[in-house]
Structure formats: C-alpha cells, structure tokens
C-alpha cells in the first residue's frame, strides 16, 4: 500500500474488556514497530518484528500486552483486560528493515489508532 | 534521567521567526539522530536526520549534532504558520533498530 494503514482510528471501551489494534505495513517492508504514545508523552517503543526473527518484546508494559505479525506483513496489538492507562494512541510504523548500521532506517508511522478506556 | 530530554513547549512564534528546537541524550552509543514532525491527529513523519556530529541543511530546516555536548538542534527560519506541530527528537545507536523518542516540542507559528 502506499503507507500504513492502521485500524480502528478510535477506539473507546470499558476497563476489563479486551481490545485488539490492527497495523498494515508498507508493501515489501520487512521490519514493523509498535510505539506507544500517551497525554505530554514521547513515544514508548512497544515490540518490533523483522522477517521471521524472533520479536524483540522487550518494551511490552505487561503481560496483558501482546502482538502477532502474520505471514510477515499484518500485525496485531492485543490488549486485554484494559484498565485506564492503557489509554493512549497506539503507533505502528514499517521500514525496509536494513537497519543495522545502514543509515537512518527511516521509520514510516501510520496516523495511529487512538484507545480510550473508561 | 531519561535517555532523551525535550522541552514540551509549548512554543509560540509569530511568522518569519527563525525557531530553534532542541534536545539532550545521555547515551554515548546515539549514533543517528532525526527529527520527526507529527501534525495533529496523524502520525509523525521524518523531517531530517544526521549520522554522527556536525550539520545538515535541507531548505529552511537546519539540523545540528554535538555529539561531544550530547546535545542536537533543528533550525526552522522563515517559520511558517504550516509548520505548527509537535516536533520530536528521536536518535539510535549504530547497531541498535530501537529510536528513543524525545517527549516532543509543540509549535505555533502565529500569521
């Protein structure tokens, strides 16, 4: 596609309930990101994917938090039992994944999905 | 201390200023340094970025690294009420895929 497409934009649910956040990434891009992006906050790194190496899962908050990328493209964000500071906009961004001590890596980042827990 | 410190703002300038953004970093291992622009309601989108120190113009924007001051600057002249966004520092290491993210700066560049 020609960026990433992330889905629901909005999302408002009640605390306890499980919520599950879609990333599209860019056609051909091998590496994909979750950040996390709360109220006066930079953005946290959440999980990363490259190809089919192991995710780095290093930055998921807890163990309510969890993210599968299949067949080396979609990915999804599972949020369960959801309590009010899980409430932030939740980013995914793709790149061509030459990462490591290959210039800037350059990070696309969709428009987010935006998590409201009551 | 946090890895990235960025000045939250907000800031406001009136059009034609010259603005100057800037962050800190306490990790020596920062190699490439960016600078993102994120508009209300969408993600961010990389403006400009830098490998190692020194300078790196790209029209009106001008970024700065000072690697041995840990300290990195974007220049915006002949600011225009378009360029009002949050503006977010974010660097890595040379082997490291990870960007620490500054907490980003908002601007309002005031017609």
């Known amino acids: 596609g020609a960026g990433v497409s992330q889905s629901p934009s909005n999302k408002v649910t009640e605390k306890g309930k499980d919520v599950e956040l879609r990333c599209d990434p860019i056609?051909?891009?091998?590496?994909l990101y979750w950040y996390r992006q709360s109220l006066g906050q930079g953005l946290e790194f959440l999980i990363y994917?490259?190809?089919?190496?192991?995710?780095?899962k290093s930055g998921l908050p807890s163990d309510r938090f969890s993210a599968e990328r299949t067949g080396g493209s979609v990915s999804t964000l599972t949020i369960q039992r959801t309590q009010q500071e899980d409430s932030a906009v939740y980013l995914c961004?793709?790149?061509?994944?030459?990462?490591?001590?290959?210039?800037?890596?350059?990070?696309?980042f969709g428009a987010g999905s935006r998590l409201t827990v009551l | 201390q946090k890895e990235v410190e960025q000045d939250p703002g907000p800031l406001s300038v009136p059009e034609g200023a010259i603005v100057s953004l800037n962050c800190t970093y306490s990790?020596?291992?920062?190699?490439?340094f960016m600078w993102y622009r994120q508009y209300s309601r969408k993600g961010p989108e990389l403006l400009m970025y830098?490998?190692?120190?020194g300078n790196k113009e790209d029209g009106r924007f001008t970024a700065q690294v000072d690697k041995s001051s840990k300290y990195i600057s974007l220049f915006i002249r002949d600011s225009q009420p378009s360029d009002s966004a949050t503006y977010l520092c974010?660097?890595?290491?040379?082997?490291?895929?990870?960007?620490?993210f500054g907490k980003g700066t908002l601007l309002t560049v005031n017609p």
């Open positions: 961004a793709s790149s061509q994944g030459q990462a490591i001590g290959s210039g800037a890596n350059v990070l696309t």
């Open positions: 056609s051909g891009h091998t590496a």
């Open positions: 994917f490259q190809g089919n190496s192991a995710p780095d």
């Open positions: 990790n020596s291992a920062f190699q490439y």
């Open positions: 830098t490998y190692s120190s």
């Open positions: 974010a660097m890595r290491g040379g082997s490291n895929y990870k960007l620490t």
